[in-house]
């Protein structure tokens, strides 16, 4: 027999009802996560709502995936932008498929952007083609060309390349900061810099509140 047997049936009638009870009781961070939410849509400006963003993803941590991908979606530029940016920094590849959708619909350069390098950062492999096309524009090529760099598969390594040589020929297409980036992304103090970052942020999830190191 087990524990539960032996008890009186007067006992484990008791336990039985506790744990129904507890089993009714509220999830406290589903709670925390809706309040945070809550604070978000009913700011009155971008900044409040950024400020309320910025606080959700410090308290909740890792459980603000949620809150991060809604936040994607939000009306306001700059809330979308941080929420990007913070998914990257999360580093849950599953916000890869809701950065991409998110991406073929943005108009905001900005907030274009801050998703090119969630989806490096998240070493997001189905992202190469759309930032192999980022790298055409101007205004987000460092982006891409990281973005990239970060995820460093065949195709991405092999594109990097062929866009150095572009860009270094006389014509329309010549950029020399390209060029410059591209030469960086490939050498090992770029290496070095992505392995220190990671080794950042795998301290910072392990000893959330541990005072960061000064850079």
Not at 47 to 58: G, I, N, Y
Not at 109 to 114: H, I, L, R, T
Not at 128 to 147: C, G, K, N, S, T
């Amino acid at each position: 027999l087990n524990l539960m047997q032996r008890l009186p049936l007067s006992m484990r009638t008791q336990l039985k009802q506790l744990v129904d009870r507890l089993k009714r009781l509220p999830d406290r961070n589903e709670d925390r996560i809706a309040f945070h939410r809550r604070a978000i849509e009913h700011a009155n400006d971008e900044k409040t709502a950024v400020d309320a963003l910025l606080r959700a993803v410090e308290e909740l941590d890792c459980d603000a995936l949620a809150i991060l991908v809604t936040a994607l979606q939000d009306s306001r530029p700059r809330v979308r932008e941080i929420a990007a940016l913070h998914l990257g920094r999360l580093g849950d590849p599953v916000a890869a498929p809701t950065l991409m959708k998110q991406l073929h619909r943005e108009s905001v350069v900005a907030v274009q952007a801050a998703i090119l390098n969630a989806l490096g950062q998240l070493g997001a492999t189905s992202a190469v083609e759309a930032l192999i096309a980022a790298v055409q524009r101007v205004e987000l090529r460092r982006a891409a060309i990281l973005a990239l760099a970060r995820i460093g598969t065949a195709d991405a390594i092999e594109s990097l390349k062929n866009f150095r040589q572009e860009f270094a020929l006389p014509g329309d297409s010549r950029d020399l900061g390209g060029v410059k980036l591209i030469d960086f992304v490939f050498s090992p103090r770029f290496k070095e810099q992505e392995a220190s970052l990671k080794r950042l942020r795998k301290r910072a999830r392990i000893f959330p509140d541990a005072p960061r190191p000064q850079r």
